[in-house]
């Protein structure tokens, strides 16, 4: 009987490994048609001239400054929003918590409609009897960052007040997204037509933002830290059985739970403020991964991590060649897929 546990969960793990295999098979696979598809449609031909003596100039320049940055800035955004969900979803036990509904997108918004409205984050440029507006990508981003990390400050110290319960976590969320929504209205009302059209457009979400020192930023602040997420999925393990459980183990779950919240927040707070509102990922991603693996930590968190990528690049994908040469938002396009999959999961009660 022994023999056929251990073989039985074996056989779990190779199906996990293989089905996490896959997925970066389709990443592989998705990421290749990214970088062929766009305003300048490129072949296989120009991309193994990339690595060849016989490179295109053009095709070079396009594939590094355009589209390689873009591709690396969907699969890090991605996965950063998924784990960040998937995280939340197991500390939190509850399967709605995402940065999203959190407020913390809500509140990063916010600081961009600081910096936009009030703070004159842009200049108006008229040409041709037509006023452009041209913001400044690195004063929305401070202004965003810092917004997001007042609204988690306030969320960390409601819940401090009431002993840091997952239960109060999320209703303080909502209390302080609900919050920061409102000054958003409150901002749009005294904005002109276009500042208004400027926030309306980074609340989109956009990844066309994305660009070679952005892409270094956020590597360098969100990579290691999600590293340190994954080394603790025990703990995350242990919070998903109760607070009383985790002190039978020896967890604090006062101090995972807050620290596991922080450093999901930093990241998100980081991909928000440089590419904008991008909604669903967080939320969707996890429970697809769990209808698919099971709950199981040990590999719920790594794929969903690889699948969170693959999400966000099919979406940006699709969002620059459904309408081309006019490319939608993947902030839309997130939302979009993300609420048909979302419904289907609730209507087959996979929520576990």
């Given amino acids: 009987m022994t023999k056929s546990v251990i073989d039985q969960y074996k056989q779990y793990k190779r199906r996990r490994t293989g089905f996490l295999i896959l997925l970066f098979f389709l990443l592989l696979l998705v990421g290749y048609y990214a970088f062929i598809t766009g ?194 999925r025990w703990n995350y393990k242990a919070l998903r059985y109760g607070d009383e459980y985790a002190v039978s183990l020896g967890v604090n779950p006062v101090r995972i739970r807050r620290t596991a919240l922080i450093c999901c927040s930093l990241c998100t707070a980081l991909v928000v403020s440089f590419f904008g509102v991008i909604a669903f990922v967080g939320l969707v991603v996890p429970h697809i991964v769990r209808a698919c693996i099971g709950s199981n930590e040990e590999h719920l968190i790594p794929v969903t991590t690889v699948c969170g990528g693959l999400f966000l690049l099919f979406c940006d994908t699709l969002g620059r060649t459904l309408l081309s040469p006019v490319i939608v938002p993947v902030g839309i396009i997130t939302s979009f897929v993300g609420v048909p999959i979302f419904l289907f999961l609730l209507l087959r009660n996979s929520f576990r």
Wanted: with cysteine; net charge positive.
């Fill in 39 to 232: 305003g300048s449609r490129l072949n296989f031909r120009d991309f193994i001239a990339l690595f060849t003596g016989e490179r295109n100039e053009m095709a070079l320049q396009i594939f590094l400054n355009i589209r390689m940055p873009r591709i690396l800035a969907a699969v890090l955004t991605g996965a950063t929003l998924a784990m960040s969900g998937a995280i939340m979803q197991i500390i939190l036990r509850n399967p709605l918590a995402s940065p999203y509904t959190l407020g913390l997108s809500s509140s990063a918004a916010f600081g961009a409609a600081l910096a936009i409205i009030l703070f004159g984050a842009g200049s108006s440029v008229a040409k041709a009897g037509t006023v452009f507006y041209y913001d400044n990508p690195y004063v929305i981003a401070v202004f965003s960052f810092a917004s997001s990390l007042i609204g988690l400050a306030l969320i960390l110290y409601i819940s401090r007040l009431k002993r840091s319960s997952a239960e109060i976590i999320i209703l303080a969320g909502i209390i302080i997204g609900s919050l920061f929504s409102a000054g958003i209205s409150a901002l749009q009302y005294i904005a002109d037509k276009v500042q208004l059209s400027t926030l309306v457009f980074w609340t989109f979400g956009d990844l066309g933002r994305a660009n070679w020192q952005r892409l270094l930023v956020v590597t360098v602040i969100c990579l290691p830290v999600l590293i340190y997420l994954y080394l603790n």
